[in-house]
């Protein structure tokens, strides 16, 4: 599962499980590879023998355990090491394990999910990730589209987290349109958080596009650079449908390493109306 921070994959990937397991209920295992030190992770997924390193009083067993029988995912696997991400490899071909300090075969019985906000194919054309661990896991894949470039889903979104928070909110139609032009870089996660606050301090009040403007500067860099607007000394401020459109080439470009191509696909645009938006915008 492929897509920007905050897009909603763990959701994604819960939801694949559930379906999984309607008939029959089955473990379903999180794991988060950044979250982890490197030298602990590969006793997370594995499981360890009682003294198989200091501080290994008990025998532990592993994720890969836990989630025998049902679904385990790997999330931001992007930033997995590469000596690790050689490690899992073997795993997944093999299906077995051991784990650390063992030597009993323990067969694999998880189903792997893995998701990433990282661009991998890129990353392993850059030796920054194990291409045949990036094919190994690319047997399905599904791409979850950022909120700017699907913006249509925003009012639905907000009709779910109002009713998810019991509350009922009223917008004027400017404030809607904000919403809609606005490039989310934070996305679903970012909208569900404004949600919450205007939940709090609008509830029964109408919603503006001013109120809009004050909460969405909450928590980011800036108002300005968020939309793109510009600062004393540049060129000025850009129509709100550019802006958006300007903001969201910004975040894919940097989002794959400036690579064209690999910017265009996440876009769902040609090559070379990428290269004609770059130069319409100025962005070098």
Not at 5 to 24: L, M, P
Not at 67 to 91: F, S, T, W, Y
Not at 169 to 189: C, E, Q
Not at 207 to 234: C, D, K, P, V
């Amino acid at each position: 599962i492929i897509g920007e921070t905050g897009t909603g994959k763990e959701i994604i990937s819960a939801a694949i499980h559930g379906v999984r397991s309607a008939i029959t209920s089955s473990p379903y295992v999180t794991i988060n590879c950044t979250a982890i030190p490197e030298n602990l992770l590969e006793s997370e997924l594995f499981g360890h023998e009682k003294g198989a390193f200091t501080g290994a009083d008990q025998l532990r067993k592993g994720k890969f355990e836990a989630a025998a029988g049902g679904d385990i995912l790997l999330d931001e696997i992007g930033d997995m090491n590469l000596n690790m991400q050689g490690k899992l490899l073997r795993v997944l071909e093999s299906r077995e394990f051991e784990r650390v300090g063992g030597s009993n075969v323990i067969p694999l019985r998880a189903n792997i999910i893995a998701s990433t906000n990282k661009n991998l194919y890129v990353q392993s054309e850059e030796k920054k990730f194990r291409a045949d661990l990036y094919y190994r896991l690319n047997a399905i894949e599904l791409f979850v589209p950022p909120l700017r470039i699907r913006n249509h889903d925003i009012p639905l979104l907000i009709d779910h987290f109002s009713q998810e928070l019991d509350v009922k909110l009223h917008f004027t139609s400017d404030a809607i349109n904000l919403l809609m032009d606005y490039p989310w870089p934070g996305n679903v996660r970012q909208l569900r958080n404004l949600v919450q606050r205007l939940s709090i301090f609008y509830a029964d009040t109408q919603i503006t596009a001013s109120n809009i403007e004050g909460e969405l500067r909450i928590g980011q860099r800036t108002y300005n650079e968020a939309f793109g607007f510009a600062t004393e000394g540049q060129q000025p401020p850009l129509k709100a449908i550019d802006n958006s459109e300007r903001s969201a080439i910004i975040i894919a470009m940097k989002n794959n390493n400036n690579n064209i191509s690999a910017a265009a696909r996440e876009l769902g645009i040609s090559r070379g109306t990428l290269y004609s938006k770059l130069k319409k915008y100025d962005l070098r």
